[in-house]
Protein backbone atom coordinates (compact mmCIF):
# COMPACT_ATOMS: atom_id res chain seq x y z
CA UNK A 1 0.00 0.00 0.00
CA UNK A 2 1.62 3.40 -0.85
CA UNK A 3 1.52 6.34 1.34
CA UNK A 4 -0.83 8.39 0.11
CA UNK A 5 -3.78 5.26 0.84
CA UNK A 6 -2.09 4.76 3.95
CA UNK A 7 -3.08 8.38 4.93
CA UNK A 8 -6.29 8.05 3.78
CA UNK A 9 -7.15 4.84 5.77
CA UNK A 10 -5.33 6.57 8.87
CA UNK A 11 -8.18 9.86 8.26
CA UNK A 12 -10.94 7.42 7.65
CA UNK A 13 -9.87 5.45 11.54
CA UNK A 14 -10.16 9.27 12.79
CA UNK A 15 -13.70 10.02 10.81
CA UNK A 16 -14.96 6.44 12.50
CA UNK A 17 -14.19 7.51 15.87
CA UNK A 18 -15.65 11.36 15.09
CA UNK A 19 -18.64 9.75 13.94
CA UNK A 20 -18.85 7.51 17.14
CA UNK A 21 -18.35 10.13 19.21
CA UNK A 22 -21.19 12.59 17.95
CA UNK A 23 -23.57 9.43 18.30
CA UNK A 24 -26.30 10.88 15.66
CA UNK A 25 -26.79 12.58 12.81
CA UNK A 26 -28.57 15.38 11.25
CA UNK A 27 -31.91 13.43 10.35
CA UNK A 28 -33.40 15.77 7.68
CA UNK A 29 -29.95 15.15 5.80
CA UNK A 30 -30.16 12.13 3.35
CA UNK A 31 -29.32 8.65 3.78
CA UNK A 32 -26.42 8.81 2.04
CA UNK A 33 -25.15 11.04 4.69
CA UNK A 34 -26.15 9.73 7.62
CA UNK A 35 -23.67 8.16 10.40
CA UNK A 36 -24.68 4.49 9.49
CA UNK A 37 -23.66 4.88 5.93
CA UNK A 38 -20.58 6.97 7.01
CA UNK A 39 -19.32 4.08 9.32
CA UNK A 40 -19.61 1.44 6.48
CA UNK A 41 -18.14 3.70 4.03
CA UNK A 42 -14.86 3.88 6.36
CA UNK A 43 -14.91 0.10 6.61
CA UNK A 44 -14.78 0.23 2.55
CA UNK A 45 -12.13 2.26 2.69
CA UNK A 46 -9.69 0.82 5.04
CA UNK A 47 -11.28 -2.84 3.71
CA UNK A 48 -10.02 -1.77 0.33
CA UNK A 49 -7.35 0.46 0.33
CA UNK A 50 -4.24 -2.12 -0.75
CA UNK A 51 -6.49 -2.96 -3.76
CA UNK A 52 -8.61 -0.27 -4.53
CA UNK A 53 -7.21 3.03 -6.58
CA UNK A 54 -5.66 6.03 -5.26
CA UNK A 55 -8.22 8.45 -6.46
CA UNK A 56 -11.35 6.18 -5.26
CA UNK A 57 -9.83 6.18 -1.94
CA UNK A 58 -9.78 10.33 -2.08
CA UNK A 59 -13.10 10.64 -3.17
CA UNK A 60 -14.59 8.04 -0.81
CA UNK A 61 -13.17 9.88 1.98
CA UNK A 62 -13.50 13.35 0.90
CA UNK A 63 -17.65 12.52 0.48
CA UNK A 64 -17.34 11.07 4.30
CA UNK A 65 -15.94 14.44 5.47
CA UNK A 66 -17.98 16.50 3.67
CA UNK A 67 -20.72 14.27 5.20
CA UNK A 68 -19.67 14.94 8.49
CA UNK A 69 -19.34 18.84 7.99
CA UNK A 70 -23.26 18.77 6.78
CA UNK A 71 -23.85 16.85 9.96
CA UNK A 72 -21.83 19.54 12.13
CA UNK A 73 -19.84 16.68 13.45
CA UNK A 74 -16.51 18.79 13.01
CA UNK A 75 -15.75 21.93 11.28
CA UNK A 76 -13.10 23.12 8.65
CA UNK A 77 -10.78 23.98 11.55
CA UNK A 78 -11.46 20.22 12.60
CA UNK A 79 -10.86 18.88 9.13
CA UNK A 80 -7.86 20.02 9.32
CA UNK A 81 -6.71 18.92 12.64
CA UNK A 82 -8.11 15.39 11.65
CA UNK A 83 -5.73 15.72 8.77
CA UNK A 84 -2.35 16.83 10.27
CA UNK A 85 -3.62 14.16 13.13
CA UNK A 86 -3.88 11.23 10.88
CA UNK A 87 -0.51 12.67 9.39
CA UNK A 88 1.58 12.87 12.57
CA UNK A 89 0.42 9.38 13.45
CA UNK A 90 1.73 7.84 10.11
CA UNK A 91 4.78 10.28 9.95
CA UNK A 92 7.37 7.54 10.07
CA UNK A 93 5.33 6.08 6.45
CA UNK A 94 3.95 8.73 5.01
CA UNK A 95 6.04 11.69 2.97
CA UNK A 96 5.32 14.95 2.43
CA UNK A 97 2.82 15.17 -0.73
CA UNK A 98 1.97 18.71 -2.02
CA UNK A 99 -0.96 16.76 -3.63
CA UNK A 100 -2.69 16.19 -0.10
CA UNK A 101 -1.99 19.38 1.59
CA UNK A 102 -2.34 22.09 -1.79
CA UNK A 103 -5.59 22.47 -1.23
CA UNK A 104 -5.71 23.87 2.93
CA UNK A 105 -3.55 26.61 1.37
CA UNK A 106 -5.85 29.58 0.78
CA UNK A 107 -3.20 31.05 -1.34
CA UNK A 108 -2.40 28.13 -3.62
CA UNK A 109 -4.03 28.34 -6.58
CA UNK A 110 -5.90 25.56 -8.28
CA UNK A 111 -4.53 24.48 -11.95
CA UNK A 112 -4.90 21.41 -13.67
CA UNK A 113 -1.49 19.85 -15.75
CA UNK A 114 -3.50 18.62 -19.18
CA UNK A 115 -0.09 18.31 -20.69
CA UNK A 116 0.10 17.34 -24.71
CA UNK A 117 0.54 21.56 -24.70
CA UNK A 118 2.96 22.75 -26.73
Known amino acids: MDNTSLLVVAMAKQCRRLIHK ?20 CDQIEKHAEEGPATKLHRWIGFVQAAMLANRMLDLDGLKAMFGQAKAEDAERCEESEDLTDHLDPTSSFEFDIGGQG
Open 22 to 41: ADESVTSLPKALQSKHLLWM
